[in-house]
């Protein structure tokens, strides 16, 4: 039977919490409870609130039945576990570590109860099957390159020493770290194809340590991806809809859609700010454009990124955010979009979803897809809107990158960087830019 261990602040002993007789022999089972949740907070399986949520059947299932709710009770009321309430038909209980193991280091214990490693088996065969259903050639190949990957370990801990305490809180990072250098690899393709591997939840810090057969890795990246994306859906949306209109014209009404996405116009008058938002989205200047119409605010670029996620792409009800007036404001008909496609915020992840696979389309089954099979031995990694490689296979990203482009008729900016060979000091080099075509005019705000 497959050896299983479980990953766990290296204070917290089930003896402390399970103290009745019942619960004496259950050890094992609340080493699971907590190290699922500690799992799961590593790798961002968590909602908008932080919190891991953990469906009553799944825990029923792996842990012992009958005692399975009083360990957690027990967990709860001896404070290593906070819970969350839950919303019928939509999320189950949540669950959150208490704050006293937040500054623990990891520990891996190995799992004793030969009746849960029964259960865990079986119920990782299970899930085995459904993820290979859901892969595709191309994340098969990649999911077999990661294997290749390996990590300076020694190094990424001093890295990770330096960071600040709120970048690894219940040292989730040192578990990643670990799991790279324990060879442990996973890989699975969500329900909007985004791609999940071993560096999807890894500092940027940290990945400076990674490399494969001794060579650093560099990458290509997408600029402003998730705007850019998101003007890549407007005009494929609003394309689809001049070809439904075209049928109506047949019935005597008007032939034109909401607006030509590519001229920038509304049933022939110009879509308010849409070439101008284009603009910036293609040449990769958005960001840092709007950063500058927000000086007065103080927002810097890494918390305008955040917070335009947030409060302007996947904005949930409504609340003051002077980022969303500034957007709304500069890109009327761009936000009224938004807001339609996602119900006024009753349903804000609608568009985020939509970006999420067009990313996966472009990323992983357009230009990853090309590199697999052009170059079957050469390593490459995706991370979201980015591709890893050594750097004497940066070229072959790049032209994949413009072939893709070329195929899907919409341009955009991406930078190179590469990986320094000095290991403990490994420094990217400065940006690189393609230059794509600008089908709209030059920004007049």
């Known amino acids: 039977m497959k050896p299983y261990s479980f990953v766990l602040p290296e204070s917290f002993h089930p003896g402390e919490f399970l103290t009745s007789p019942a619960l004496l022999c259950r050890w094992d089972d609340a080493r699971y409870f907590v190290s699922l949740i500690l799992t799961k907070l590593a790798r961002r399986d968590v909602d908008d609130l932080g919190v891991v949520r953990l469906r009553a059947e799944h825990l029923k299932n792996i842990m012992y039945q009958v005692t399975y709710a009083d360990v957690i009770d027990a967990l709860r009321q001896g404070g290593a576990v906070e819970r969350f309430p839950y919303q019928v038909g939509e999320r189950p209980f949540g669950f959150r570590l208490a704050a006293r193991f937040v500054a623990d280091k990891h520990v ?107 060579e650093p890795l560099g990458f290509v990246d997408l600029s402003c991806a998730q705007p850019a994306l998101l003007a890549k859906v407007i005009r494929d949306s609003e394309n689809g809809k001049q070809g439904t209109d075209g049928d109506r014209q047949r019935e005597g009404e008007q032939s034109k859609g909401k607006y030509d996405s590519s001229p920038g116009h509304r049933n022939g008058v110009e879509w308010d700010g849409w070439a101008n938002y284009l603009s910036l989205v293609q040449t990769g200047r958005f960001y840092d454009f709007m950063v500058g119409q927000l000086r007065d ?6 918390e305008f990124k955040r917070r335009f996620l947030a409060d302007v792409i996947a904005k949930k009800g409504r609340y003051p955010s002077i ?15 938004i ?107």
């Open 297 to 302: 605010s103080d927002i810097g670029r890494d």
């Open 323 to 337: 980022v969303e007036d500034v957007f709304q404001r500069l890109f009327p008909s761009v936000y009224g979009f």
């Open 108 to 214: 891996r214990v190995p799992a004793t109860d030969s009746r849960l490693i029964g259960r865990l088996a079986a119920f990782h065969d299970q899930q085995e099957a459904e993820r290979l259903s859901r892969m595709q050639p191309v994340h098969l190949a990649l999911a077999q390159q990661q294997h290749r990957l390996r990590i300076h370990g020694h190094e990424a801990r001093r890295t990770l020493e330096n960071l600040p305490a709120t970048c690894n809180p219940f040292d989730v990072q040192g578990i990643l770290v670990r799991d790279i250098e324990n060879h442990e690899f996973r890989c699975n393709v969500g329900r909007f194809g985004r791609l999940s591997n071993n560096i999807s939840s890894l500092k940027r810090e940290l990945r400076e340590s990674l490399h494969v057969d001794g």
């Open 339 to 445: 807001r339609r496609m996602n119900r006024d915020g009753c349903e804000h992840a609608n568009l985020i979803r939509l970006l999420h696979r067009a990313e996966s389309q472009i990323v992983i089954e357009t230009v990853a897809a090309d590199l697999v099979t052009r170059f079957p031995s050469v390593f490459f990694l995706t991370l979201h809107d980015c591709i890893f490689t050594t750097n004497e296979h940066l070229g072959k990203v790049e032209q994949a990158f413009r072939r893709a482009f070329d195929q899907t008729g919409f341009r955009m900016q991406f930078k190179v960087e590469r990986g320094n060979s000095s290991r403990g000091s490994h420094v990217t080099t400065d940006r690189q830019y393609e230059q794509p075509r600008i089908d709209a005019p030059p920004v007049r705000l």
